[in-house]
């Protein structure tokens, strides 16, 4: 009986390990490889048009970007939605000269929540944001209501490697159950 219970055991961690694994984000899926503005870029007073592209995105999912300021305070983004493949768009309120941070989560077409965060300069002297695939989608005006961090965009959502892992816990903590009665029921049969 012990041995039953130890293999038992050793198949529920296998299968709790090859779930976790499946959820690990694969490194290559959903990387930025472009903006306007991008990392680093200067553009100018008023840019209004937010333009990513990353390598490989499920349209399915949620694309997500929020911004803060110069001073730190967070700035409206309007909802975020998906232009050409690849390409996720966002309208901002006319950006003020200075250092903007943006931060932006994305669903790979892996399945995996993708999250990165970049800064980039508005100035008198920048240039023209380019709008791209962006240009032609009808994007949501933003509203004070707005200016919210990722975390409060997604609230209510949990990564996919944490729904793995709990569906891993019940399926070990019923299957440790199963052989607990079987055992009891060995040990005292009824009469």
Known sequence: MRRLLLRSFALLATILTACTLAAVPASAHGD??????????????????????FTALDTGGTPLVAMRGPSGDL???GEAT???KGTVCALAAP????????TYSVISDDGDRQTGTYSFEVSETGAPSDPGACASPALEEPGPEDAQTIEQKSS????TGVL????????????LLVL??????RRHPAA
């Open 156 to 159: 209510g959502t949990l990564p």
């Open 164 to 175: 793995y892992g709990l569906g891993g816990l019940a399926v070990l903590v019923g299957g």
């Open 75 to 77: 700035l409206p983004v």
């Open 180 to 185: 607990r009665i079987r055992s009891d029921r």
């Open 82 to 84: 998906y232009g050409e």
């Open 95 to 102: 950006l003020e000269a200075g250092v903007h941070e943006l």
């Open 32 to 53: 930025l490889v472009d903006g306007s503005p991008g990392p680093g870029d200067d553009v100018a007073v008023g840019t209004t048009v937010l333009r990513l592209e």
